[in-house]
């Protein structure tokens, strides 16, 4: 089965700076690839989704930008972050179009 | 296009009682639905699926889900709570385009 490692496990970052935010997988090939946000006690918010390598779809107009590098590689950037970017990150995979998605343990990220 | 609507952000039950979370969703195609659990500070983890297969789905830690495709609905139950089901619910439907959409989420509460 599928497993999904992201890290770190928690930033703080002041108001301006640069983030990048790694996600790998392991146990399938060509996965779908997305990025979530979730605000505090709010639901899950789609950023980015991924079907292949350098095949990005965003969903939401904002301050980040995603990358895929390789097959089994998710990257979530940003050149200057802004307050409004706190919140728990949220990386998944999924095999195929009806499988169900495999999360990582997330990334709360806290912007000062 | 797909949508999840998940009734009631909160629910709070005694435990022991019956916990019925309320799932409906919308889609043009037949859909391949899922519910999540998420603790605090992690990941979503898989619950149950239904993937068109029997109309009664059981899922771990004692949960089961029943689609009714005329009321397009997708309710999780679990007979008697327990103190370790506090947690965060998300219900998600996929199409066969793949890419999931999740509910607003449900909190539930479990009182001693």
């Known amino acids: 089965s599928q497993t999904i490692h992201q890290w770190p496990a928690t930033l703080v970052q002041p108001v301006g700076s640069p983030l990048s935010l790694e996600c790998t997988v392991e146990g399938t090939s060509n996965p779908n690839l997305y990025w979530y946000r979730q605000a505090a006690g709010r639901g899950l918010q789609l950023l980015f989704y991924?079907?292949?390598?350098?095949?990005i779809s965003s969903e939401v107009p904002q301050n980040l930008s995603a990358s895929r590098p390789q097959d089994r590689q998710f990257i979530l950037s940003s050149k200057k972050l802004l307050l409004s970017d706190s919140g728990f990150y949220l990386c998944?995979?999924?095999?195929?179009?009806?499988?169900?998605?495999?999360f990582g343990n997330g990334t709360r990220l806290t912007v000062t | 296009a797909q949508s999840v609507t998940q009734l009631g952000s909160h629910v709070s039950v005694s435990e022991g009682a019956l916990v019925l979370l309320r799932c409906n969703y919308s889609s043009s195609v037949p859909p391949y639905l899922f519910w999540y659990v998420q603790y605090p500070n992690q990941g979503l983890q898989l619950l149950l699926k239904y993937t068109s297969a029997a109309t009664l789905v059981k899922g771990i830690n004692g949960f089961e889900a029943e689609f009714k495709k005329s009321e397009t609905s997708f309710h999780l139950t679990k007979p008697s709570a327990h103190m370790s089901d506090a947690a965060e619910y998300f219900c998600?439907?996929?199409?066969?385009?793949?890419?999931?959409?999740f509910g607003d989420g449900t909190t539930l509460t479990v009182k001693p």
């Open positions: 998600a439907v996929n199409t066969n385009a793949g890419k999931s959409t």
């Open positions: 991924s079907v292949g390598i350098g095949q």
């Open positions: 998944a995979g999924q095999g195929s179009y009806n499988s169900p998605l495999h």
